[in-house]
């Protein structure tokens, strides 16, 4: 059981991470609370089900593909919708929340309430701390390191992070040296959605793929942003590996615990905010972020 939970904690906090960062990335540079977030996670997901599944192509092509369809709704989405009333927080949240429910929505028409599976890209298992560990799970753990390094690279040691680092702590500073506000918002847009894109390519083969499947995941994203503190990255992925061990320990020591899991989430979340509202690692001044 100890095996089961290092490793499934392990996964499963990698995964929150990638989506976690991803929300807290648009919403500290753009000031974008972007509830549809895990809505194209699903995108993906669906999108390589039926690319592999459905259409017969090979893996690779399919998950490059779904991804990159995924950054162009994203953007598209960015342009029609978010841009216009990127001002206003509440216009923002509630059509992100009518856009998750669309591709709900459509995805429900095509295809149903029912469950699908994914073919795992790689077969077999491996033994570890006396524990037997498909080599999916490896992959997926490796993948979240891999993204997430090629995120912390982004932003610390490319002109663009600088960027993008300059526009979260001062837009208006930002501005009057020359950064082009409106592109930064919709590369950082392309980021966030390309993150949660990622994570359902690596989790497709590993959960069943729904119409539903964003809920869960949106519920522990917020969850993780608002217990490492809001523009805070590091904070996000140390929470999302807090909340990913809580949820996995609940799941293996409290028989038939499984519907559990967002409970215990919005239970650490709402604890946080009564005791530290700007979260474990956020900072009190609006310029002080990322």
Avoid at 5 to 16: K, P, R, S, V
Avoid at 94 to 110: C, G, H, P, T, W
């Amino acid at each position: 059981m100890l095996g089961d939970i290092l490793i499934n904690g392990l996964m499963a906090g990698g995964m929150f991470a990638i989506l976690a960062v991803g929300f807290s990335l648009i919403f500290g540079v753009a000031k974008i609370l972007n509830m549809s977030h895990t809505a194209f996670y699903m995108i993906t997901a669906f999108l390589i089900l039926i690319g592999v599944t459905l259409l017969g192509f090979p893996l690779l092509p399919s998950l490059a593909g779904s991804i990159a369809i995924t950054m162009i709704l994203g953007i598209l989405c960015f342009k029609l919708f978010f841009d216009r009333v990127k001002e206003h927080q509440t216009a923002v949240m509630i059509i992100s929340v009518a856009l998750a429910m669309l591709f709900q929505e459509i995805f429900l028409l095509a295809f149903g309430g029912h469950y699908r599976g994914v073919p795992p890209f790689i077969t077999g298992f491996a033994e570890i701390l006396g524990t037997r560990v498909s080599y999916q799970h490896l992959f997926a753990i490796g993948a979240s390191a891999l993204i997430l390094a090629g995120l912390w690279v982004l932003l610390s040691r490319t002109k663009l992070g600088i960027a993008i680092r300059a526009v979260a702590e001062d837009r208006e500073i930002a501005n009057l040296m020359g950064i082009d506000l409106s592109r930064i918002f919709m590369i950082v847009m392309a980021i966030s959605v390309a993150l949660a894109g990622l994570a359902g390519a690596v989790l497709a083969p590993i959960y069943m793929v729904s119409p539903f499947m964003w809920m869960q995941p949106l519920v522990i994203t917020l969850a993780a942003v608002v217990l490492g503190g809001f523009g805070s990255i590091g904070g996000c992925v140390i929470a999302s590996f807090i909340l990913g061990y809580t949820e996995t320990i609940v799941t293996f020591l409290v028989p038939g615990s499984t519907f559990l899991r967002g409970a215990v989430s919005l239970s650490i979340m709402v604890l946080v905010l009564l005791i530290r509202p700007e979260g474990l690692f956020g900072v009190a001044f609006e310029e002080e972020r990322l």
